[in-house]
């Protein structure tokens, strides 16, 4: 059993940049498949990017490819999402989620998540 915790959340103005962070915590971090999702109020949890256990294949939502990169370290335990050219739409808290050995885009597949982070995106 892993443990999540995310940080980076903030204010940013449209166009511009952030990094989110999710520490995990607890045993064989690298048997773990590494997702991030996100939310907005009234609406299903959405993928957004994932990352397999040894950071060799990634999958990202279409709605962020190409704006935003998915990382990990499995030496820190940690794993990184990148958001470039921030759109208003990207505004949402973000999650991170663990999935033993198989990746996968959808969130019922997770069964460890942490608490969230929150993005705003200002236009």
């Known amino acids: 059993q892993v443990q999540l915790v995310e940080s980076g959340g903030g204010l940013v103005l449209a166009g511009g940049s952030l990094r989110l962070s999710c520490v995990v915590s607890?045993?064989?971090?690298?048997?773990?498949?590494m997702g991030w999702f996100r939310q907005t109020p009234g609406k299903a949890r959405e993928f957004a990017a994932v990352?397999?256990?040894?950071?060799?294949?990634?999958i990202y939502a279409d709605s962020v490819k190409g704006r935003f990169t998915i990382s990990r370290d499995n030496a820190k335990n940690t794993v990184s999402l990148q958001m470039n050219s921030l759109k208003p739409e990207d505004a949402a808290v973000y999650y991170c989620?663990?999935?033993?050995?198989?990746?996968?885009?959808?969130?019922?597949?997770?069964?460890?998540w942490g608490q969230g982070t929150q993005v705003t995106v200002s236009s």
């Open positions: 607890g045993r064989n971090f690298g048997d773990y498949a």
């Open positions: 990352i397999g256990r040894n950071g060799d294949s990634t």
């Open positions: 989620a663990a999935r033993w050995l198989i990746t996968s885009t959808r969130s019922y597949d997770y069964n460890t």
